[in-house]
C-alpha cells in the first residue's frame, strides 16, 4: 500500500503544519501531503509550505460568490490529485456540505479544547474564563456541525492557578503538534474505524 495522500488545510501561523512536514521528512508519517489550501495567501504557512515543497491552492474568500464556489474548485484540485484525506489544522473558515459530502469520514480537524467542551474559536480562552482544571486538544472527524464531528483522539492538558490564555496557549499547541501526526499515522496504517458516532482506534 502507498503513502496515504493528504491535503492540509490551514488559515495562520501554520505550526499543526509544520509538525506534519516535520514528521514526514523523519520517516515518521507514511503520507505524503500533496498540497496545502490556504484561505489567506499571506499567512506565515505559505512560506513553511514553499519550504517544504509542498504546492499550495491559494485562495481569497470575498473573490467568489458564495463559500460553495470555492469549495468546488478546491474539491476538483484534491481530486485531482488523488487526495485521500483532509486535515484542518487551524482553518479557521466555516466548511459546507459541498466539502463535506464528498469527503465525510476523510477529513479530520484538531481543535484545541477536550470537546464536547469549548467549541468554535477561542477554545483556549473559554476554558480558562470558564475556570476547569484540566482542558487539552481533539482530533475529530468534520460532519459539518461546529466541532460536533466523531471524537478521534484526545490529549488532557492541566490548567495551572497562574496560566494566562498565553501561557496555557503554549502547552496546548505542544500537545496538539504530538496529538495530530500520531492520528494521521494511525488512518494511514489503517488503523481507525468509524461506526456512527463511535471511532476506534485498533493496536
Request: glycine share 8%; aromatic share 6%; net charge negative.
Amino acid at each position: 500500500m502507498g503513502a496515504l495522500r493528504i491535503a492540509v488545510f490551514a488559515s495562520g501561523q501554520g505550526t499543526n503544519f509544520q509538525a506534519i512536514a516535520d514528521a514526514v521528512q523523519e520517516g515518521k508519517l507514511d503520507v505524503t501531503i500533496e498540497l496545502l489550501v490556504c484561505d489567506k495567501p499571506a499567512a506565515p504557512v505559505v512560506e513553511r509550505a514553499r519550504k517544504a515543497c509542498v504546492d499550495t491552492f491559494l485562495f481569497t474568500p470575498k473573490e467568489y460568490p458564495s463559500r460553495e464556489a470555492y469549495e468546488t474548485e478546491i474539491i476538483a484540485e484534491l481530486e485531482r490529485r488523488g487526495v485521500e484525506l483532509i486535515v484542518l489544522a487551524g482553518y479557521m473558515r466555516i466548511i459546507t456540505t459541498v466539502l463535506v459530502e464528498p469527503f465525510y469520514g476523510r477529513m479530520i480537524n484538531i481543535h484545541p479544547a477536550l470537546l464536547p467542551a469549548f467549541p468554535g474559536v477561542n477554545g483556549i480562552r473559554q476554558a480558562l474564563e470558564y475556570g476547569v482544571k484540566l482542558t487539552g486538544v481533539t482530533v475529530h472527524y468534520v460532519d459539518g456541525g461546529m466541532d460536533s464531528g466523531p471524537i478521534i483522539a484526545q490529549t488532557a492538558v492541566e490548567v495551572a492557578d497562574e496560566d494566562t490564555e498565553a501561557s496555557l496557549a503554549g502547552r496546548i499547541h505542544a500537545a496538539e503538534q504530538a496529538l495530530l501526526p500520531a492520528v494521521i499515522q494511525q488512518i494511514a496504517q489503517g488503523r481507525v474505524s468509524l461506526d456512527g458516532r463511535r471511532v476506534t482506534v485498533r493496536r
